[in-house]
């Protein structure tokens, strides 16, 4: 557990902080990041890219339907446009959701508001097609964040950072301007370790989760995680997930590759034994959904937040 998090009601004296005029403004920030971390220990339903099996991901339709559905946080994954505007997508490029091509980093903000973003979720799924869903915008993080403020809470990723050298102080400049961080309204996941310790190293108050990716060695000697950032799981040392904890609440693990499990209910047991939260993706089968809440798993992320409601009610 982020010690930070852990010690922000005490951080400063209280003699201190009514000196300066802070008490009630310090306990009230340090309420709502405690009630954060104490949802944190309860179930959490994460709708990926919004309620994106029922809607175009990432877009209005998908947040306002995972709202309605009982999701605890909405999921948004970040880039960056030409002109620097925080962008809401899932790919570094623009072909598989919107009618644009090249990268989003290599067009500026309003030539990715004229995209669709919504068109491409009709022809994919006939049976769930909507009129209204064609012509949907790409969004932007400060679109999302006027729209709902602390209404709700938002599970942030940082894509390919190492393609955004200027990403996380953007983000944390955002999420700390509009209050967000002090309202415990925030967790910012990654893959990227680095790309953690950076935001933790602006705002040492934000809920971190250190997301990994299981697949089979190329030599097919067991698994490997994507960025290294753990051993095999079947390898993996209480030492290893302390390490993560060291700056993190949790880890996001992929469940299963090529319809084999990476993880099991130990892999959660350990994590849990060293202090860490365990939030897989993408869960969006209720059999899948059970197995996983049989295991003890903290939340999930899922398309299909209504799904999930319904198993967690
Ligand atoms: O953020 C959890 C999960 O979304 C990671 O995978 O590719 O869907 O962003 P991806
Ligand atoms: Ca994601």
């Given amino acids: 557990m982020n010690r930070t998090l852990m010690t922000i009601a005490t951080r400063l004296p209280l003699v201190t902080a009514l000196a300066l005029g802070l008490a009630a ?6 309420d709502a990041l405690e009630q954060q971390l104490a949802d944190l220990q309860d179930f959490q339903i994460i709708a990926h890219r919004g309620a ?3 809607a175009p991901e990432h877009t209005w339709p998908a947040y306002e339907q995972a709202r309605e559905m009982g999701a605890d946080y909405l999921e948004l994954d970040l880039h960056m446009s030409a002109d620097g505007e925080l962008m809401v997508i899932h790919d570094t490029t623009l072909e598989r959701t919107t009618d644009g091509e090249g ?3 290599e067009h500026p903000l309003e030539a990715l508001k004229a995209l669709d973003a919504g068109a491409w979720f009709n022809e994919a799924n006939p049976e769930r097609a909507q009129e209204a869903y064609n012509g949907a915008q790409l969004l932007t993080l400060d679109e999302v964040i006027d729209r709902y403020g602390t209404d709700v809470r938002y599970y ?10 200027e990403l996380q102080r953007a983000l944390v400049e955002t999420l700390e301007a509009e209050g967000l961080v002090d309202s415990g309204s925030v967790v910012i996941q990654s893959f990227s370790r680095d790309s953690l310790q950076q935001v933790q190293a602006l705002n040492a108050d934000i809920p971190l989760v250190q997301l990994v990716w299981y697949s089979p060695a190329e030599d097919g000697e067991g698994l490997t995680e994507w960025t290294g950032v753990t051993p095999a799981p079947a390898k993996i040392t209480d030492a290893d997930f302390q390490a993560i904890a060291e700056y993190a609440v949790g880890v996001g693990p992929n469940v299963v590759y090529d319809g084999e499990d990476v993880i099991d209910a130990g892999f959660v047991e350990q994590a849990h034994a060293n202090g860490l939260l365990v939030h897989p993706y993408t869960i969006n089968e209720p059999e899948q959904m059970q197995r996983l809440l049989d295991w ?3 939340g999930m992320f899922t398309n299909f937040p209504d799904r999930l409601s319904e ?3």
Avoid: C, F, M, R
């Avoid at 403004?25 to 340090?30: G, R």
């Fill in 311 to 313: 198993l967690v009610e």
């Fill in 52 to 54: 994106s099996g029922h």
């Fill in 103 to 105: 990268k989003v980093s």
């Fill in 296 to 298: 003890g798993v903290d």
């Fill in 25 to 30: 403004p310090l306990t009230a920030q340090a």
């Fill in 156 to 165: 942030i990723e940082t894509k390919s950072p190492e393609n955004y050298p």
